[in-house]
C-alpha cells in the first residue's frame, strides 16, 4: 500500500491552481477538493436565501442559516471533475456567475463562514488521499500537509489568460477591466481579516507566469513524488 498524503494548493486568484490539482487528483488516484466552490455556494445560497439587497448582505441572516447549508462534490466522469452540490442541487455552472462572483469576496470575510468551511473541508481530508486548493489550505485547513505549494504568477499575466479564456468563449472582454479586477481580489484575499493569503512557512513557491500547463503538471508530479519516497 503505497503512503497516502495531503497536498494543499494556496496562490492569488486565477493562477492555475485548479487546474494544476485536478491533473494531479486524476493522475494519482486522489481526491480533489475545489475549496474556493465551497465559498461560492454558501454565496449563492445567501443570495437564494434573500440574504442580499444588492450588495448588501444581512450577515445576521446568513449566521442563522448556516446549519441548513450542506456541500459536496460528486465526480462527474463526463468531464473528468467533480461537480459542486448545494443541498443535493448541481450548482457547478451557477457558482462561477459574474453575481456570485462579485459577492463571494463579503462571504468568505466572515469568520463564522469559514469556520464552518474549515470543518468540512478537514473532514473531506481526514483520510488523507487529498488535493485541495484555496488561499488557507496549507495555513489553516491542513498545516501539517505533507506537501503545500504557493503559486503566483505576474497580475498582467493572469488577466491575458482570463482575457484569452473569455475571447475563446466569445464573452466579452475588456483587458483593463480584468486586470483591475485581478489586482482588486489579490488585495482582498491578502488583507482580510479571518484567514489571510499568506504563504506557509513550509509551502513551496511557484512563480508559473512562464511555465506551461505541462511544465508546471511535471514540476508538481516531482514534488509529489519526493513526499512519497521518504
Ligand atoms: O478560487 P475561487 O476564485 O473560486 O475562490 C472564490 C472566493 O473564495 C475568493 O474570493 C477567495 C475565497 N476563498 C477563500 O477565502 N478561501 C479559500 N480556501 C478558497 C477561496
Known amino acids: 500500500m503505497m503512503k497516502k498524503i495531503t497536498i494543499a494548493i494556496d496562490g492569488f486568484s486565477s493562477c492555475g491552481k485548479s487546474t494544476m490539482a485536478k491533473d494531479l487528483a ?9 475549496s ?15 440574504c442580499f439587497n444588492d450588495h448588501q448582505l444581512d450577515v445576521e441572516k446568513l449566521r442563522g442559516m448556516m446549519d441548513n447549508i450542506r456541500i ?7 468531464t473528468g471533475k467533480p461537480d459542486t452540490y448545494l443541498n443535493n442541487r448541481k450548482v ?25 468551511m474549515v470543518a468540512q473541508q478537514q473532514a473531506f481530508g481526514k483520510e488523507k488521499g487529498v488535493v485541495m486548493d484555496g488561499r488557507d489550505i ?29 475571447k475563446a468563449k ?15 481580489r489579490d488585495y482582498i484575499d491578502q488583507h482580510r481579516e479571518v484567514s489571510p493569503l499568506i504563504q506557509a512557512d513550509d509551502a513551496i513557491l511557484l512563480d508559473n507566469s512562464h511555465l506551461t500547463i505541462e511544465q508546471q503538471n511535471e514540476w508538481l508530479m516531482e514534488q509529489y513524488q519526493l513526499r512519497i519516497e521518504n
Open 170 to 184: 466569445r464573452q466579452e472582454a475588456n483587458f483593463d477591466d480584468i486586470l483591475a479586477n485581478v489586482k482588486e
Open 26 to 34: 486524476k493522475k494519482i488516484g486522489y481526491v480533489y477538493v475545489d
Open 92 to 116: 457547478e455552472t451557477e457558482i462561477r456567475s459574474m453575481e456570485v462572483s462579485s459577492r463571494v469576496s463579503i462571504v468568505a470575510a466572515l469568520d463564522f463562514v469559514r469556520a464552518e
Open 36 to 50: 474556493g466552490a465551497m465559498y461560492r455556494a454558501v454565496t449563492l445560497y445567501a443570495m437564494e436565501n434573500r
Open 138 to 166: 496549507g495555513t489553516t485547513v491542513f498545516p501539517d500537509a505533507e506537501l503545500k505549494i504557493f503559486l503566483t504568477a505576474s497580475p498582467e499575466i493572469r488577466a491575458q489568460r482570463r482575457y484569452e479564456e473569455l
Open 72 to 78: 459536496s462534490f460528486l465526480f462527474n466522469p463526463e
